[in-house]
């Protein structure tokens, strides 16, 4: 187990240095592995119900309204999005928020991001253990969501965004107004 850790965490570091994405090309891994990738998982923390459709590593807690990420140990705000907003206001209203019990909410990097997205899937090209993309629940036509990364390269105005209706990543103004999906290091 720690020999995978050192090995995730390397091609992780690496992965700057090179110009890849590692989370795409593991999500390409894992989805073209055995059958198992595709089996599903409890629909909370604390029973073997099942969620239909969350695909391995993935869990929801429709209690909390958050989803698990056993993967890379991370906890997604999955309900109560807010509407659009300016990414400084997004990277506010994260480290602002108190929700399912917890304080320590952030906005995500653009990988985390990308880590959530399902390539089988569009409109909304996102992992089946989310209930909630706020383009479809909020009805505004808008799909991108935010990121903490700025665009390396180009002026400071711009950040990367991802878009939950294809699942590709994009950037944008600091201006724009894009939705927000808060996630927590578990």
């Keep these: 187990m720690k020999k995978m850790a050192f090995m995730l965490a390397l091609l992780l570091c690496s992965s700057s240095a090179f110009d ?69 206001r997004a990277v506010h209203y994260c480290d602002d928020l108190n929700f399912a019990g917890y304080d320590d909410w952030r906005l995500p990097t653009k990988n985390e991001l990308l880590s959530i997205t399902d390539d089988s899937r569009y409109k909304p ?18 799909k991108m969501y935010w990121s903490s990364i700025k665009h390396a390269g180009y002026p400071s105005s711009l950040v990367w965004s991802v878009d939950f209706e294809s699942g590709s990543d994009y950037f944008g103004s600091v201006l724009d107004r894009y939705f927000v999906r808060c996630v927590r290091q578990y």
């Design 125 to 142: 090209a996102i992992n089946k253990a989310f209930k909630n993309v706020a383009y479809e629940t909020n009805n505004k036509g808008e």
């Design 20 to 88: 890849f994405n590692p989370v795409i090309l593991i999500k390409r891994a894992l989805s073209s592995s055995s059958a198992t990738s595709e089996k599903t998982l409890g629909s909370d923390f604390t029973t073997n119900k099942k969620a239909p459709g969350a695909t391995a590593g993935f869990s929801r807690d429709d209690r909390l309204g958050v989803v698990r990420d056993d993967i890379y140990k991370l906890m997604w705000q999955d309900d109560n999005l807010p509407d659009k907003m300016a990414q400084d």
